[in-house]
């Protein structure tokens, strides 16, 4: 059974790299393009103005590189003691990327491992108690490729009700990828022959429908990591769709279980 992770890049290579382990035939085709931000002015200016905030709150994993990879030197001690703003992550995979950009792990908070799902209602379970009237939280985000911000506003409607000034900045963009002749023959193919696609945003099932114009779905297989990510796919014409956990071992017994 082959299984094609949607993930951008260097998420999908990790994830290959894991289901492969796990004996499962996968291979990456990336169905978003992330890039840096247009205006890093923007970026290094939210830099400048984060020691005073209570934290700052990360979508993604992309979020987190993108952002850190603009880190002016004079921010170098942000994240690394305990008087420095907190790091909130939607998950463990922007977690992880909290670390590896050299975040203190006492300074994070993540939904906890067994959460049903990683996103931001599971985050807001955690970090509501800390959301005092006057906290100031910068939430970390991107853009498609016209620069209009990606992803709902919930998370700051919760910290408005609770007295919080949320702040924004787009630390990257999403862009539709441009594939290549191999690549739109190997998704025409995977749409009937029993591949499973491994859908993490519905952003990725819109870009494919828009790469591969009157494809029939018909005959494909997916497992979706959201309930809305889920009923994406559907409309798309997935003949079969299973929903998962986002964790590891919950996609992987979903794939099993789609075969």
Not at 25 to 30: K, T
Not at 99 to 110: E, R, T
Request: charged residues 20%.
């Amino acid at each position: 059974m082959r299984v094609i992770v949607t993930r951008p890049e260097r998420d999908a290579q990790h994830w290959v790299q894991d289901l492969s382990q796990r004996g499962l035939d996968a291979l990456a085709l990336p169905l978003i393009d992330i890039r840096p931000a247009a205006h890093q002015q923007a970026v290094l200016q939210a830099w400048q103005e984060l020691a005073p905030l209570t934290a700052a709150m990360f979508v993604s994993g992309n979020a987190v590189e993108e952002f850190f990879a603009a880190r002016p030197v004079s921010a170098a001690g942000l994240f690394v003691d305990a008087v420095a703003p907190r790091a909130w992550a939607t998950g463990p995979g922007t977690a992880a990327a909290l670390v590896a950009a050299g975040v203190a792990p006492s300074l994070i908070d993540a939904p906890p491992l067994d959460s049903a799902q990683f996103d931001s209602e599971a985050l807001w379970c955690v970090v509501r108690e800390q959301a005092v009237a006057g906290a100031r939280v910068l939430i970390v985000r991107g853009s498609d490729s016209e620069g209009r911000s990606m992803g709902r506003d919930w998370f700051a409607g919760q910290l408005e009700s609770r007295g919080c000034v949320p702040a924004f900045v787009v630390a990257y963009e999403r862009h539709v990828p441009q594939w290549s002749h191999a690549q739109c023959e190997l998704a025409r193919n995977a749409a009937g022959d029993g591949s499973v696609w491994l859908f993490n945003s519905s952003e990725a099932i819109g870009n494919l429908l828009q790469l591969l114009p009157g494809q029939d779905w018909r005959q494909a297989r997916a497992v979706a990591t959201h309930a809305r990510i889920a009923q994406a796919a559907r409309e798309a014409g997935f003949a079969v769709v299973c929903e998962s956990r986002p964790a590891l071992d919950s996609v992987v017994a979903s794939i099993e279980s789609s075969a």
